[in-house]
């Protein structure tokens, strides 16, 4: 069996089913379907204001989708699928899987007033994964692996804005997820340390983990990416491998998207 068939009968590690979210009156999500395998890496594109971000927060349970379900690894997660059986999980099913995703934000978020090792070791001790020795020691091994082994003891206000997302994603790494959810993890960068944080993300790439990129990197996007998502106005318009989608575009919309971005 070759690795593309293993690939493609190995179970979902995400799946995003019919998902349909909307505002008020404003449908931001319209009907979004993705399969993603364990290990693969997918970029999401798309123009300011076509859903990347919700599409990410709902997959995290940060926002619920009128329609639709996330699983993870097999497992029901934002379960609300009109007419059928499925019920809604509790908060703490919700929590629960919560900590199998990884999430790195624009703006790092990362707490202030904690030092770089505890902005790591504080989750996996919350959530009674680790105790603390245990959690300092792991926040030690991801931060050298960040390339950060020497700013342990820095304050985030301390840190490069580079530095600082390095950290966010050593933090996500902390909770051992099955899956990384990343928004725009450069933009809000000086150029200048737009590179550092990509060879950070292009070595988890390399390590089998799995990841879901909305950048605008394009570059970036084809050097790494198993598979391109192009969405546009809450509706997945065409994905494939980069050769396709980003050299081959199908639709009037991605090729127009392209053209303003490349
Ligand atoms: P993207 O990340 O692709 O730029 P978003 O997912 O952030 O897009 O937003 C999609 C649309 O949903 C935008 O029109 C945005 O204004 C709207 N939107 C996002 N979050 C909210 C919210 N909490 N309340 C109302 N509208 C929102
Ligand atoms: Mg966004």
Known sequence: MSTTDTLETAPAALEIHDVHKWYGTHRVLDGVDLTIRPGEVTVVLGPSGSGKSTLLRVINHLEKPEIGYVSINDELVGVKRQGDRLKEL?????????????????????????????????????????????????AKELLERVGLGERVGAYPRQLSGGQQQRVAIARALALRPGVILFDEPTSALDPELVGEVLSVIRDLATSGTTLVIVTHEIGFAREIADRVVFIDHGRIVEQGPPSEVLDRPQHERTRDFLSKVL
């Open 90 to 138: 509790s908060e703490r099913a919700i929590l629960a899987q919560r900590g199998r995703i990884g999430f790195v934000f624009q703006n790092f978020n990362l707490f202030p007033h904690l030092t770089v090792l505890d902005n790591v070791a504080a989750a996996p001790v919350a959530t009674g994964k680790l105790t603390k020795p245990e959690a300092r020691a792991l």
